[in-house]
């Protein structure tokens, strides 16, 4: 009890330092809450509605008859749009000469043979309508002949089956009129033998699941749902109407402000099936049932946005990749056309040499008829001091958009035990002059650990997940105490949130420690355009042995009083310590990892500051660090 009213004492003596947050939630014309909080879909969906409200006509999964004349239209007069076409023709040519499709599995996935095929519809669908090339077409036969005599879809995994539903869907519907009877015959049995009659077998905790696989599945049984609608209604309207319901889990996780707490490369996986099921709604019924408009889902777009750096990479929280990639963003692109707003349209991106862009992505053709449908509405940019809430949330300090060489701070709370989570409560990640001078690990290939029988995926505090490196408080930029995993269920929120002139944030780490100390605050202050403050400040107890600060970083560390200096690119960036004058840095090299399952980068090391509890005669401590490029 002692302990909790520390801990409470401590939080309210900082109401009068900070400016507390506020709460934005965005408002709905979906329907009220649910007794666990998830706000529900409009959902009318049965044989009647769907007999009435489907659309009779094909195309009708993200194009229509309408849309397909207005994408010609564009692509003969848009710049833009008939770039990034005549890279789509490129890889349409490419695909031509690649062998048909095969039932490879890898591992327990048959995910990339469902990803190419939905690839290949997605090109060589769109390329068909805009010029008649009967070799397209072709192609696309001998695909779905393929992949519809597959044994199965692998259903143990079911993201595989869903992929593959969504291309085969897809080719019925945007080309089944062109292809032979047989074909897609083959293709509707196969829809609903090996994609929606699974999904109805077993345990499917996707279906109400609150990550992305709720995403990606519920999208590829809608989209088989709608491709078999006149063949079985009675099936294709059960279905829909579960997805409807199950798919307000995954998007609650956006409340109150767009973060996709799987990390900005998992919000362009998740959010990309969103689309294109909001997209293939409103084609398909003239409404998404209520999913643009789902609070936080919108601001996502901000959030991705915020989450890509000046260096051109992703902020790579949870696990999450470092690269976008070279091509322009298709998600993004949604949104733009969503809001009219052309800060989500990366245009350069998309104007790049036609030969120049790497290979597209699997929902290309989608993405074109997006491409095509942005119309300018809004200017509207993005805040240089922004914070979002929820379970993992952020703060992103930064100087503008236009410079590579600028600043760039994102630091995050939350908590370890959610989909994809780290044990990264109070890191950060901080680049200025081109360079990430403090660094995420990011993720590791699935596959590369899951082979050794290592169980990557389980979230129990003492499970294997955590022995990684890339995963747990060691391999992170924070504070950690006792040498101690951090508490799983442990979450770190913001309590206080100031965007003025030295735009600051606080978070409450306490709960990440449990009983090894009483209190701790994380805050973050930008104290001018090429300087970062960092302070700790700590309330110890009996079980209090030692605090570590941690750095993670590639550069070169020059151990210096009071601090260090680091090098990186002919850049340079001094840590300086501000309080404790009596303590050095020490660093440790993590090149090569201390585990041999640990993701290995080059030049790896942690920066640690060493405080035992010995020192302190009050209990009380503040560590003060400043990383400084004046």
Known sequence: MKQKKSHLAFIFSLIFLFVLPACNVRHSNTSASNRDGIIKLDNPVNVRYLERNLSKTTPRIILTPETEDELRNKVTNDPLVRNYYEAMKLNAEQILEQPVLERIQTGRRLLSVSRELLYRMNILGIVYLMEKDQRMVDKINEELIAVSNFADWNPSHYLDVAEMALGVAIAIDWVGRYLPEATVDLALDALVEKGIQPSWEGNRGWISGTNNWNQVCNAGMIAASIAIAERDPELAASTISRSLDGIPYALNEYRPDGIYIEGPSYWRYGTQFSVVTSSMLTSS??????????????????????????????????????????????????????????????????????????????????????????????????????????????????????????????????????????????????????????????????????????????????????????????????????????????????????????????????????????????????????????????????????????MMTTASVEILERGAMLRQDGKQLRLELLSHPGLTVSVISLDPPPFYLDKHIPGLKRIDIRIPAWISATGKETIRVRLNGN
Request: hydrophobic letters at 40%; glycine letters at 10%; aromatic letters at 12%.
């Open 285 to 550: 019924f003239g409404t998404d049932f209520g999913i643009a408009e789902y609070p936080g889902f919108r601001e996502s777009a901000v959030f991705r946005a915020l989450t890509y750096t000046p260096k051109g990479l992703y902020w790579n929280f949870a696990d999450c990749g470092d690269s976008p990639g070279i091509n322009g963003d298709l998600i993004l692109a949604w949104f733009a056309a969503d809001a009219g707003n052309p800060l989500f349209l990366e245009r350069e991106k998309f104007m790049m040499p036609p030969q120049s862009m790497a290979k597209l992505d699997r929902t290309s053709g989608a993405g074109l008829v997006w491409l095509a449908q942005f119309e300018e509405r809004d200017r509207s940019t993005l805040p240089l001091a922004w914070k979002g809430e929820g379970v993992n949330p952020l703060v992103v300090f930064r100087n503008g958009d236009d410079d590579p060489n600028g600043y760039y701070f994102g630091g995050k709370g939350g908590m370890a035990n959610i989909s994809h989570g780290h044990m990264d409560a109070g890191s950060f990640i901080f680049e200025l002059d081109g360079v990430r001078w403090s660094v995420d690990m990011g993720m590791q290939n699935y596959h590369l650990v899951e082979e050794t029988g290592f169980n990557l995926w389980g979230r129990c505090q003492e499970c294997e997940r955590w022995t990684l490196l890339s995963v747990n408080n060691f391999g992170h930029t924070t504070l950690t105490v006792n040498d101690e995993l951090f508490l799983i269920n442990g979450n770190a929120d913001i309590i206080s949130f100031n965007d003025g002139p030295q735009p600051e944030a606080a978070f409450d780490m306490t709960p990440v420690y449990g009983n090894n100390l009483n209190s701790a605050l994380r805050r973050f202050v930008k104290e001018d355009s090429r300087s970062i403050l960092i302070e700790d400040i700590i309330e110890m107890n009996e079980n209090t042995e030692s605090l570590t600060w941690q």
